[in-house]
C-alpha cells in the first residue's frame, strides 16, 4: 500500500493524514477542487492534481494512469446546518461524486478504500458510549450522505471484491506542525475559541447552559488530528472491511474546553450563552474499542491541553489561516 490517491487532500483533516503518509514514505498524490480546501495546505512533497469528482472521466483517467494502491476519500461537504437548507448540494456531492470515484477505484484495481465518515451517521445516540454497531438513524442530510456511501462501499465490496474502512469520526481537533483548521465558515469550538481570545472575533457563541451534564454544556468527543492520521495510515491495513469510530471515550464539555484554553493560552474567554441548537444531544461520546483491538490504534494526544496547544501554536504561526 505505497501509492496512495488522496482526494480532499487540500482539506483540514486530508491535509494532515497526507503529511502524515508522507513522513512514513508513502507516494501520495492528492486531487481536490479546492472548493472548500486551501491550496497551501497540500504538502509540497505530494503530488498535486486540481479536479472536481464530479468529472467522472478526470477522475478515471487520474486513477487509471496513477495505478494506486488504496484511495483514501475526504471530498465532502460537511456543514450539518447547510445541509438542512440544501440538500441536493450534500447528496449530489457526497454521493454521486463519492460513485464516481468508487466506479474508477474497481476499473483501476484499487485494493483498498478508506472513507472520511462521521458519528453524524448515528443521529441521536440510544445509549453512551456509542458503539460502531448501535443503530444509526441520521438526523440530517448531511449524515444521511455519509451513511449511504458507506452502504454502498459494503456493495461494492461485495460484489467488485474492493476493500474499505469507513471511519466515524467524533470531534476532530488540534493541528499538526505545518498544517491546521481555516474552515470559511469556521464552526468548530476550539478554532472560534482560539479566535476570540485574539480578537479576531468579538465573542464566542455558548449554544445552551442547561443540558443534562454536569456543568449544563454540551460534551463531546474530542480526538486530534494525528491521532486520526494515525487511524487511516492502520486502516490501509485493516484486517477485514468494516466501520470504525474514532474517538478516546472521554467527554470533554463545552466549559471544559474553554477553561483548558484559557489555561494554555493565558487569555480569558468572552463568552454569550445563546438558547440551544436545535438537534444538538447533550452527549456525543465514542466507544472504540473495535479501533483500538482490530486496527492496533493507540491515540496519543488525549488531553483538551495538548490538543488546543497544538491548536494554538498553528493559530499563532498563521494569524490569517491560509491567506489564499
Known amino acids: 500500500?505505497?501509492?496512495?490517491?488522496?482526494?480532499?487532500?487540500?482539506?483540514?483533516?486530508?491535509?494532515?493524514?497526507?503529511?502524515?503518509?508522507?513522513?512514513?514514505?508513502?507516494?501520495?498524490?492528492?486531487?481536490?477542487?479546492?472548493?472548500?480546501?486551501?491550496?497551501?495546505a497540500v504538502d509540497p512533497r505530494?503530488?498535486?492534481?486540481?479536479?472536481?469528482?464530479?468529472?467522472?472521466?478526470?477522475?478515471?483517467?487520474?486513477?487509471?494512469?496513477?495505478?494506486?494502491?488504496?484511495?483514501?476519500?475526504f471530498a465532502a461537504f460537511s456543514l450539518v446546518g447547510e445541509s438542512m437548507k440544501d440538500p441536493s448540494k450534500y447528496f449530489r456531492n457526497n454521493i454521486a461524486n463519492g460513485i464516481n470515484l468508487a466506479d474508477a477505484a474497481v476499473e483501476s484495481g484499487v485494493k483498498m478504500f478508506v472513507f472520511s465518515s462521521t458519528a453524524a451517521t448515528f443521529g441521536q445516540p440510544e445509549s453512551i458510549p456509542i458503539k460502531e454497531f448501535d443503530r444509526q438513524i441520521p438526523i440530517n442530510p448531511?449524515?444521511?450522505?455519509?451513511?449511504?456511501?458507506?452502504?454502498?462501499?459494503?456493495?461494492?465490496?461485495?460484489?467488485?471484491?474492493?476493500?474499505?474502512?469507513?471511519?466515524?469520526?467524533?470531534?476532530?481537533?488540534?493541528?499538526?506542525?505545518?498544517?491546521?483548521e481555516d474552515h470559511r465558515p469556521e464552526t468548530h469550538l476550539i478554532?472560534?475559541?482560539?479566535?476570540?481570545?485574539?480578537?479576531?472575533?468579538?465573542?464566542?457563541?455558548?449554544?445552551?447552559?442547561?443540558?443534562?451534564?454536569?456543568?449544563?454544556?454540551?460534551?463531546?468527543?474530542?480526538?486530534?488530528?494525528?491521532?486520526l492520521a494515525q487511524a487511516h495510515e492502520l486502516a490501509l491495513s485493516a484486517p477485514e472491511s468494516g466501520h470504525y469510530n474514532l474517538g478516546t471515550g472521554n467527554g470533554l464539555s463545552v466549559r471544559e474546553i474553554i477553561?483548558?484554553?484559557?489555561?494554555?493560552?493565558?487569555?480569558?474567554?468572552?463568552?454569550?450563552?445563546?438558547?440551544?441548537?436545535?438537534?444538538?444531544?447533550?452527549?456525543?461520546?465514542?466507544?472504540?474499542?473495535?479501533?483500538r483491538r482490530m486496527l492496533?490504534?493507540?491515540p496519543k494526544y488525549e488531553s483538551a491541553h495538548k490538543i488546543i496547544e497544538s491548536a494554538w501554536k498553528w493559530q499563532l504561526k498563521h494569524p490569517d489561516g491560509y491567506k489564499n
Open 142 to 180: 448531511y449524515g444521511e450522505s455519509k451513511l449511504c456511501f458507506e452502504k454502498i462501499l459494503k456493495w461494492y465490496h461485495e460484489i467488485y471484491g474492493i476493500n474499505y474502512a469507513a471511519l466515524r469520526y467524533f470531534n476532530a481537533a488540534g493541528a499538526t506542525e505545518n498544517f491546521g
Open 46 to 73: 505530494a503530488k498535486f492534481i486540481l479536479g472536481n469528482l464530479s468529472d467522472r472521466e478526470k477522475i478515471k483517467s487520474v486513477c487509471r494512469e496513477g495505478k494506486f494502491d488504496a484511495i483514501m476519500h
Open 191 to 227: 478554532p472560534l475559541i482560539l479566535q476570540t481570545v485574539r480578537g479576531k472575533r468579538d465573542k464566542l457563541m455558548l449554544y445552551g447552559d442547561d443540558y443534562d451534564t454536569a456543568d449544563g454544556t454540551c460534551v463531546r468527543d474530542y480526538i486530534h488530528i494525528l491521532d
Open 296 to 298: 492496533k490504534w493507540e
Open 1 to 40: 500500500m505505497k501509492k496512495v490517491l488522496v482526494t480532499g487532500g487540500a482539506g483540514y483533516i486530508g491535509s494532515a493524514c497526507s503529511e502524515y503518509l508522507l513522513n512514513l514514505g508513502y507516494d501520495v498524490t492528492i486531487f481536490d477542487g479546492l472548493l472548500t480546501g486551501h491550496r497551501e
Open 259 to 291: 477553561d483548558a484554553a484559557e489555561d494554555v493560552t493565558g487569555l480569558k474567554v468572552n463568552y454569550e450563552v445563546a438558547p440551544r441548537r436545535p438537534g444538538d444531544p447533550a452527549k456525543l461520546i465514542a466507544c472504540s474499542e473495535r479501533a
